[in-house]
């Protein structure tokens, strides 16, 4: 059951990676990336990371590609016009060099890695709301405060950068 | 379909969607396509984070993610408003038509 | 595999049961709205269609069906298609972690009147209205219609900006309660201070509540914030190009929001299901109350001013009365007691928010786009985190 709903959101991740690369309009690479997001966000619920699904979602998913979205509404990105003149053996011969280095890196990764038990669902009871808060508190309070000045100058700059000079 | 579910598959799923990542970020040539590929690499990095506090057990993995998740937000907010900038003196979201720095 | 047939069973009527029910409420709110709205702009709502006009939302649904769903020619046709879709099914979805009552035995079968508890049960409904953003942007983009466009675009700046006033306005309970279930918060709820006031949240955080219940008028696009679907402002705004089914999906997907935002509500500061005063006094009050209505049902169907009333409202009467017969009968039946009790004041609850959001659409005007904002940013958003700050400061001092 746990196999099964992996493979099912891994298919459907991949696709919609896939999906952001060919696509020529920006607001269906923007879906993709959505799609992706919430796919991975089933897969972090089933490696107990509930927390960070649900932050995944209102964060990543339900603001950073809103604001994307809207960038695109707004400066009316249309699809990309022409083609390159990119000859068609090096594309496809580009498009299998990928996928066999993608193999190979996947072989590797699978040969390299110790033996541990797999991915029990249940298993990691630790992701809950409140272990991370308390390490985020206690232990990480410095990279805590950190960020959120980071993030006033995130604000401090995008509205300076997108207002209008009067 | 086996019991459970090997960690090495999530590593892979999170090597395929960072090898996407890259593809798309060389590939493409509009700018706010090649800034989702690079969410779409950070997210890949936060599957293998997450992964790795499942296998030792720990939340620290969850942390860091969470920071991901912040830095990602704050770049995303800083990279459009300078997206918006280079459409408002440029006229043009290709990079290939924003070289003016060139030779 | 027993188990698990079992469960899947039990979810399987749940969600049979629960959908029913909210999709019959969706349209009879329909109903409840512009009968409310007609009288307080002193006429009558709908009248003709059934007994004051109560198969209304059956006409109307029988119209949306038939009508020819035109699709304009220069759209985007698969994003057109795809908005109605994603904003109705995210609507639906947060019913899913909603309680309505206590665990209850039924035969063998020993259960929670909820779908599925999580214990992140209030971040999925967040997490649920932040994506359920962009049902409605993609429909107004995808119309190829710059009315469309600046309609769709306003109305998910105000429903974004608008989500921080609601989250810390959640946080402040959830401080309190120290969980992020909703079974668990409504079971912090329980008891009484003093013998007979009620431990709701609403009564520490009143400027919590004051900040959610605002919050989620400007969430679910409500009057008075409900400038991008204005019709004298912006030709409908985002759906100015749907028709039929589409049209219908939107609508639901907005009733469904303001069911959601206002059950949430009575979960997180009024207490769910729990009754306001203490257990025996309390099971009398949905018989007096219903043995009241029925009375004065008859009553005023012995002198009827309209024709038609002096047949509908004695049988009002009477079905009022046959229901305060049945909740005179669960006293005595433990089980029917407490579906019926809980039902009771959870909907009862819900239903005089919904009445709120209603008043509200009939009788202010509504705000300018950037008055609206305005007040997200400067005006709700620090009032917010100053009630949230004082929240912690009072649980840090108190706690041990």
């Known amino acids: 059951m746990t196999a099964l709903i992996f493979l099912i959101f891994a298919a459907i991740a991949v696709f919609c990676g896939i999906s952001l690369v060919a696509q020529t309009h920006p607001i269906a690479s923007a879906l993709s990336l959505i799609g992706v997001m919430g796919s991975l966000a089933i897969i972090y619920l089933q490696l107990g990371g509930e927390f960070i699904a649900m932050a995944q979602m209102i964060v990543y998913a339900g603001a950073i590609m809103v604001l994307f979205v809207f960038v695109i509404m707004l400066l009316n990105a249309g699809a990309e016009a022409t083609t390159r003149q990119i000859p068609i053996l090096s594309r496809y011969l580009g498009m299998l060099l990928l996928v066999v280095f993608l193999g190979l890196i996947s072989f590797i990764i699978q ?5 541990t038990e797999g991915v029990v669902f249940g298993a990691f009871q630790g992701g809950t709301a409140a272990a991370i808060g308390r390490k985020l508190f206690t232990v990480y309070l410095l990279p805590f405060e950190v960020t959120s000045v980071l993030i006033l100058i995130a604000i401090l700059g995008a509205i300076v950068l997108a207002r209008r000079e009067v | 379909m086996p019991a459970t579910v090997p960690i090495s598959w999530y590593l892979i799923l999170s090597a395929i969607l960072f090898g996407l990542g890259v593809a798309g970020f060389i590939y493409r040539r509009n700018i706010i396509t090649v800034f989702m590929s690079i969410e779409l690499m950070l997210n890949a990095v936060n599957l293998t984070f997450i992964t790795f506090s499942y296998t030792l057990k720990k939340v620290d993995g969850h942390i860091f993610s969470f920071f991901v998740m912040v830095v990602a937000a704050a770049e995303a907010a800083v990279g459009l408003a300078i997206i918006l900038t280079v459409f408002k003196n440029r006229q043009t979201l290709m990079i290939d038509d924003i070289s003016s720095m060139k030779y | 595999m027993n188990f698990l047939q079992n469960f899947l069973l039990l979810s399987l009527i749940k969600a049979a049961v629960i959908a029913f029910v909210l999709l019959t409420t969706l349209a009879y709110l329909q109903w409840i709205e512009r009968k409310v709205i007609g009288h307080i702009q002193l006429r009558i709502g709908p009248y003709r269609v059934g007994p004051h006009g109560l198969l209304q939302p059956l006409a109307d649904v029988v119209k949306l069906i038939t009508k020819e769903g035109v699709m ?4 985007n046709r698969f994003f057109y ?20 009552g206590p665990q209850i035995t039924i035969g063998p079968v020993t259960t929670w009147m909820q779908l599925t508890d999580l214990n992140i049960g209030i971040l999925f409904v967040l997490a649920i209205s932040s994506v359920g953003v962009y049902g409605v942007a993609l429909g107004g983009w995808a119309s190829n219609n710059k009315y469309s466009l600046l309609g769709g675009l306003r109305s998910s700046a105000q429903m974004i900006s608008y989500e921080l006033p609601l989250a810390l306005a959640i946080a402040a309970p959830l401080l309190l309660a120290n969980t992020l279930s909703f079974r668990e918060m409504v079971g912090y709820q329980s008891g009484y201070w ?36 204005a019709e004298n402002e912006l030709v409908a705004g985002f759906h100015t190009e749907y028709s039929s089914m589409s049209f219908a999906a939107f609508f639901m997907a907005e009733y469904a929001n303001m069911v959601t935002v206002t059950a949430v509500a009575t979960l997180l500061f009024l207490g769910g299901w729990q009754p306001p005063f203490p257990e025996p006094y309390s099971n009398f009050i949905p018989i007096i109350i219903f043995v009241f209505g029925g009375l004065i049902a008859v009553f005023h169907g012995l002198h009827p001013a309209r024709h038609m009333d002096k047949f509908t409202l004695p049988a009002t009467g009477l079905v009022f009365l046959g229901i305060a017969a049945l909740f005179g009968v669960s006293l005595f039946v433990p089980v029917l007691k407490t579906i019926l009790m809980a039902l009771f004041w959870f909907c009862g609850k819900v239903g005089i928010l919904l009445f709120l959001f209603i ?24 009032l917010a985190i100053v009630n949230l700050l004082a929240t912690g400061l009072v649980v840090a001092l108190t706690s041990k």
Do not use: C
């Open chain 3, 72 to 75: 304009p020619s220069h759209v």
């Open chain 3, 81 to 100: 298609l795809l908005a109605p879709f994603i904003a109705v099914v995210l609507a639906l979805i947060s019913i899913a972690v909603i309680p309505f």
């Open chain 3, 359 to 382: 008043w509200v659409r009939g009788t202010l005007p509504r705000f300018r786009y950037d008055q609206l904002m305005r007040f997200a940013w400067i005006v709700l958003f620090p």
């Open chain 3, 194 to 229: 003093l013998g007979f006031i009620p431990r709701w949240n609403v009564f520490p955080e009143i400027v919590g509540f004051a900040i959610f219940v605002i919050a989620g008028f400007a969430e679910t696009n409500r009057v008075p914030f409900d400038l991008p679907e």
């Open chain 1, 111 to 115: 040969a390299m890695l110790p033996k």
